[in-house]
């Protein structure tokens, strides 16, 4: 599959860019040097550029992906052109691409409100909820293996691109731990958390989680949250929205190599 390969070709390079460079804005994901000249003002979405993507469409960011354009001014429409890359959103109406983000949204917004119920012991039938009980439907047991999947993926975040300075502040790296945290419960249940978590999953989210911080909208402060750019690449929808670019990622082919069978896998 097309998609698949291209998948694998951007991530994985994207992650020895991102490992070897001082900047994510400087990393040559997506093509070329990407960032300008060292010490400059990063490029910021602009509403510009969130209409000229809307006027270009789908076909028009695809081509700047493939085709390794995605430099200078252009670099923060990476975020949308990934997006259009791995099929999180298609088509040539940035409405629909608005749509369709929205909706993924509020299934990671789900699994985010689902772990907060878990966790809520107030909340919680007493008569389930006892620490000494080691049956698989006390809550204190899902609540440990939480806290084991959540330091297993620690581990591994608080290291990671710690030269890359929009990554290793203390809120990116929580958010990092989250996307993954989700991701693994998700996607990957395992009884042990170093089965559902493998070492290498961060550095793949962390380059998606780049090119969403790096594609936030810039001019958003005094529109509503109606306005385009905001619906499409608002600041509060990053965290959402890397955990979809990850999550489609693996589905388009690099989950194997995280697999315990597979002889690629970290860990």
């Known amino acids: 599959e097309r998609c698949g390969s291209r998948a694998a070709e951007f991530l994985v390079a994207g992650r020895k860019a991102a490992s070897s460079s001082s900047s994510m804005e400087g990393s040559s994901m997506g093509g070329g040097s990407g960032g300008g000249r060292p010490g400059s003002t990063p490029p910021r979405l602009t ?4 209409s000229r993507a809307s006027q270009q469409g ?12 995605l430099t200078g001014d252009l670099v923060p429409l990476r975020r ?17 691409w608005a749509e369709a983000l929205d909706a993924g949204r509020k299934r990671y917004n789900g ?21 000494l009980a080691r049956n698989s439907d ?20 608080e290291r990671t691109f710690p030269e890359v300075e ?18 693994c419960r998700a996607a990957n249940p395992a009884k042990a958390a170093s089965d559902s978590y493998r ?13 969403a911080k ?17 619906r499409l690449c608002g600041r509060q929808h990053s965290e959402a929205d890397t955990f979809l670019l990850f999550s489609r990622v693996m589905e388009l082919g690099l989950r194997p190599m995280f697999m315990p069978s597979s002889s690629g896998g970290g860990g």
Not at 138 to 157: R, T
Request: net charge negative; aromatic share 8%.
């Open 47 to 50: 509403n510009e550029l969130v």
């Open 58 to 69: 789908g076909a028009w960011l695809l081509e700047l992906a493939e085709t390794g354009r």
């Open 80 to 96: 949308l052109a990934w997006a259009h890359l791995f099929g999180v959103i298609s088509g040539d109406s940035a409405d629909a």
């Open 111 to 131: 699994l985010v409100e689902e772990y907060k119920r878990e966790t809520n012991v107030k909340a919680l039938d007493p008569n389930l909820c006892n620490p």
């Open 138 to 157: 006390n809550p204190f047991v899902k609540m440990q293996a939480n806290e084991e999947l959540l330091k297993e993926i620690w581990k591994d975040v």
């Open 166 to 183: 929009m990554l290793c502040n203390a809120d990116s790296r929580k958010m990092l731990q989250r996307i993954l945290f989700h991701w």
């Open 199 to 211: 070492q290498g999953m961060n550095e793949l989210a962390a380059v998606a989680l780049a090119a």
């Open 214 to 230: 790096a594609g936030e909208y810039a001019d958003g402060s005094w529109e509503s949250s109606e306005a385009l750019g905001i």
